[in-house]
């Protein structure tokens, strides 16, 4: 039977994803300096290295071995859209096996944000959403994830101040991969970002809510809710049969009281579907003695998908009687509107792209 060592270090052959201790124990078994885990390891979390050739201060000898034992799996620029309005950067990265992901770059006032992906493509197929079209292809590896933030990082010169995990995929669907993501992205000894500066989004998996509640990682949770009662959400979101919104806020409920964080709903407005008045005063007493935020979008339309986005009126009358019911509420800045909004359209139609040529 393997030690518990070599079944941690077996975990996976990509760099980024390991953590100091299993850096630690990589070497000890290789008879070399324990030491030399923390240049490593600050190399690839604190400075964003692409390759072993760039830690100057690892012997050549190291260096080599590193790369045939443990490469650092890539994440490379394929694509670049910057918007001229507002500085908003979309990346697509292509993986080592040829799949891509979009990361986005946005600046706000408070700081730089990167939202990123957590897995290539996603199986929850809600009907509004591009990411899901082709369904899923795989998850992301927490390197994967990390690999986003830290190329774009040294792609735009910019400090990066917020997480947001609100890209392609599910990512309560890839639990593990990210529990681990998060562990490495808030480590002060690698990257250090307070995980006070991370948001992770989901469509509402419940049993992982609770799970997350228990980790002790303070993020920001962001619950895809986009509708008030269940047979609307069922109409948007296939993961409505399986979850109700009764079970989604006594789950929420739970993970303010565990971790003490406000927990931020999303509301995607679509003309005709959600949007009414009925619909908002339903949000309200749903949500009434609930420590939470509500971010209002309005649906970005996406060539063959159903719904239309509510015209502005109709979004600004949605906030106020929310407001009036003094509940926190925003209508989401949209950034990088002459770039294609939405996220996963960049990917999905490389992919297309890919298909006509019949390369794919
Ligand atoms: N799977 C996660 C995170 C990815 S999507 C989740 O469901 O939360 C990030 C957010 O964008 C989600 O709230 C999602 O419902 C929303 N979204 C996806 N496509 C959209 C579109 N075309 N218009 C508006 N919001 C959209």
């Excluded at 082709?134 to 774009?152: A, K, S, V």
């Excluded at 008045?277 to 949000?283: D, Q, S, Y």
Aim: glycine share 8%; proline share 4%.
């Amino acid at each position: 039977m393997k030690g518990k060592d070599e079944q941690t270090i077996a975990y996976g052959t990509d760099a980024r994803s390991l953590s100091l201790p299993e850096w630690e124990a990589y070497l000890a078994k290789a008879g070399l300096p324990r030491y030399r885990a923390g240049q490593i390891y600050g190399w690839l979390h604190k400075h964003g290295a692409e390759s072993y050739e760039e830690m100057t201060n690892l012997p050549a000898s190291l260096r080599e071995r590193l790369a045939g034992d443990l490469p650092i799996a890539p994440v490379t620029e394929a694509a670049r859209q910057v918007s001229a309005l507002d500085g908003t950067q979309k990346f697509l990265f292509e993986m080592g096996d040829g799949n891509a992901v979009e990361s986005v770059f946005m600046k706000y006032h408070h700081g730089n944000s990167v939202c990123i992906s957590s897995q290539a493509g996603c199986r929850m197929g809600c009907r509004f959403c591009a990411s899901t079209i082709g369904g899923l292809d795989r998850n992301l590896t927490p390197g994967e994830m990390l690999g986003q933030i830290y190329q774009i990082r040294r792609l735009t010169g910019e400090e990066i101040s917020n997480v947001v995990v609100m890209g392609t995929g599910e990512p309560f669907d890839n639990y593990d991969n990210l529990m681990r993501f998060l562990h490495l992205l808030t480590d002060p000894k690698g990257f250090g970002l307070s995980a006070r500066s991370v948001t992770v989004s989901t469509c509402g998996l419940v049993p992982r809510i609770y799970q997350f509640a228990e980790e002790g990682i303070p993020c920001t949770l962001a619950i895809s809710l986009h509708a008030s009662d269940d047979e609307t959400r069922r109409r948007m979101m296939p993961i409505a049969e399986k979850y109700s919104i009764a079970e989604i806020l006594a789950a929420c409920r739970t993970y303010f009281e565990k971790t003490g964080r406000r927990v931020t709903f999303e509301y995607s407005l679509a003309a005709g579907v959600n949007d009414s008045p009925e619909a908002a005063k339903a949000l309200a007493a749903l949500v009434k003695g609930l420590n939470c935020h509500i971010n209002l979008i309005p649906i970005n339309p996406v060539r063959g998908r159903e719904f239309a986005p509510s015209a502005r009126p109709s979004c600004e009358a949605f906030k106020l009687l929310l407001e009036k019911q003094a509940i926190h509420v925003t209508i989401r800045r949209e950034l990088g509107r002459d770039i294609d909004g939405a996220c996963g359209q960049l990917r999905h139609r490389q992919k297309l792209s890919a298909h006509e040529t019949g390369e794919e």
